[in-house]
């Protein structure tokens, strides 16, 4: 499974898909010490393997994710939007496109 979060000042948009790009679970956590606790909780209950984070330049969330060795990747807001484009109709749904796009990415080490 994979996620994808859209950072806000305020709040953290969630998405888990599954490897087949269908959403599992949306929600919406505060973004601050008391959504981060859960937003790990989300994400290991759906046992993802990787998080991809746009606006990653807020970066308590990413930090938080990264020092429980999560698979954290920065998504480009410009590949959030082709992404969102490419599915006419769907309306906008940023963590959605942002997970598919962190399902389909290869990441190198």
């Known amino acids: 499974m994979f996620a994808g979060v859209d950072t806000h000042k305020g709040t953290l948009a969630v998405a888990v898909i599954g490897h087949a790009g269908r959403v599992v679970r949306q929600l919406e956590l505060p973004n601050q010490d008391s959504g981060y606790a859960p937003l790990l909780a989300l994400l290991s209950s759906h046992n993802v393997t990787r998080v991809g984070i746009e606006g990653s330049g807020n970066w308590p969330a990413a930090i938080y994710l990264l020092e429980r060795d999560l698979n ?27 997970a598919r796009i962190t399902g389909a990415c290869q990441v190198f080490v």
């Open 72 to 98: 954290v990747v920065e998504v480009p807001p410009l590949m959030t939007s082709r992404e969102r484009l490419s599915r006419p109709g769907q309306g906008k749904t940023d963590p959605v496109a942002i």
